[in-house]
């Protein structure tokens, strides 16, 4: 069995403030903003961005300038990533020039019910589309697979059906698959098993970790130590779920930062740049209100 993996002492930190971190924030943040904080990371070392989601604007309004802020990463020599959660948000991404996209959908279905509209099978279909879609749209197309161990309606998310998931994309050409701790309930031994079962099935695994219950960090090692080299993260921990009232924020960019430097293990970022983009945000949020007043 062929595994894609990075080399493996490559540790890759993914930033998702721009699109978890600020998903669920009443007050819209302009581009503007937006770009400050991007361009504030980019400079405190950050590579890889996911920085934004085409989704109905209607439903989640911070992310109604996605085509702009995609087109402005991209003049400042960045291939971003994309999060969608259909084919109509997939067809918008590959139409803006999104070459690296990637597809949502719950292992729970009281969840996806509320986030996309659909059920699970429902949202997976759509998914191995858009994966049969890709090669010819110029793109490549990365699971996002929410509430993998744990769901707030459903309680504990039984893992084989987060791994028959994971079997049908991988037949169906995905390479790339992200486990989502979405409520922050995964216990370490939980993530390296599943980790581990993913990993058996043939797909590079990436972890999106919240911190609802301060777990994150541990967990987050806990995946590296089985195998795991992809990480999002977000700055201050920012973030949640507009679907889900009580998700504690993401893996944070600073506990990353902590965590991995003491485990002995590069991280490529500079915490003394974070304040300077922990200030480009805080900007942004107390304009955004400002603006929400008016």
Same mark, same amino acid.
């Given at each position: 069995?062929?595994h894609?993996?990075?080399?493996?002492h490559?540790? *890759?930190?993914?930033?998702v403030?721009?699109?978890?971190?600020l998903?669920n924030?009443?007050?819209?943040?302009s581009?503007?903003?937006?770009?400050?904080?991007?361009?504030?990371l980019?400079?405190?070392?950050?590579?890889?961005f996911?920085?934004t989601?085409f989704?109905?604007?209607?439903?989640?309004?911070?992310?109604s300038?996605?085509?702009? *802020?995609?087109?402005?990463?991209v003049k #400042?020599?960045?291939?971003?990533?994309v999060?969608v959660?259909?084919?109509?948000?997939?067809?918008?991404?590959?139409a803006?020039?999104?070459?690296?996209?990637d597809?949502?959908l719950?292992a729970?279905?009281t969840?996806?019910a509320?986030n996309?509209? #659909?059920?699970?099978?429902?949202?997976?279909?759509e998914i191995?589309?858009?994966?049969?879609?890709?090669?010819?749209?110029?793109?490549?197309?990365?699971?996002?697979?929410?509430?993998?161990?744990?769901?707030f309606?459903?309680g504990a998310?039984?893992?084989?059906i987060v791994?028959?998931?994971v079997r049908?994309?991988?037949?169906?050409?995905?390479r790339?698959?992200?486990?989502?701790?979405t409520?922050?309930a995964?216990?370490?031994?939980?993530v390296?098993?599943?980790?581990?079962?993913?990993?058996?099935?043939?797909?590079?695994?990436?972890?999106?970790?919240?911190d609802?219950?301060?777990?994150a960090g541990?967990n987050?090692?806990?995946?590296?130590?089985a195998?795991?080299?992809?990480?999002?993260?977000?700055?201050?921990?920012l973030?949640?779920s507009?679907f889900?009232p009580?998700?504690?924020g993401?893996?944070?960019?600073?506990?990353?930062q902590v965590?991995?430097?003491e485990?002995?293990?590069a991280?490529g970022?500079?915490?003394?740049?974070?304040?300077?983009?922990?200030?480009k945000l805080a900007?942004g949020?107390a304009?955004?209100?400002?603006?929400?007043?008016a």
């Amino acid at each position: 069995m062929k595994h894609h993996h990075h080399p493996k002492h490559e540790l *890759l930190i993914r930033d998702v403030t721009l699109r978890d971190g600020l998903q669920n924030l009443p007050e819209i943040v302009s581009t503007e903003h937006k770009l400050g904080i991007l361009d504030a990371l980019r400079d405190a070392g950050v590579k890889d961005f996911q920085i934004t989601a085409f989704v109905n604007p209607a439903r989640v309004p911070q992310m109604s300038d996605a085509e702009t *802020l995609y087109a402005e990463a991209v003049k #400042r020599g960045l291939i971003p990533n994309v999060l969608v959660a259909n084919l109509h948000g997939f067809e918008r991404a590959v139409a803006a020039g999104a070459k690296s996209i990637d597809a949502v959908l719950s292992a729970s279905n009281t969840y996806n019910a509320k986030n996309a509209n #659909r059920t699970t099978l429902e949202s997976a279909n759509e998914i191995i589309i858009m994966l049969s879609r890709a090669a010819h749209a110029g793109c490549t197309v990365g699971i996002s697979v929410a509430n993998c161990f744990h769901c707030f309606s459903q309680g504990a998310v039984d893992p084989e059906i987060v791994l028959a998931l994971v079997r049908g994309f991988h037949d169906s050409g995905a390479r790339m698959v992200w486990i989502s701790d979405t409520t922050g309930a995964a216990k370490p031994d939980a993530v390296t098993k599943l980790v581990e079962a993913c990993a058996h099935i043939g797909v590079e695994v990436g972890l999106h970790l919240h911190d609802t219950q301060g777990r994150a960090g541990e967990n987050a090692l806990a995946g590296y130590k089985a195998g795991v080299r992809r990480f999002d993260a977000a700055l201050s921990g920012l973030g949640g779920s507009p679907f889900t009232p009580g998700v504690g924020g993401n893996l944070s960019l600073e506990t990353v930062q902590v965590v991995f430097t003491e485990a002995g293990i590069a991280t490529g970022l500079d915490p003394a740049k974070f304040e300077t983009a922990r200030e480009k945000l805080a900007a942004g949020l107390a304009a955004a209100q400002t603006a929400g007043a008016a």
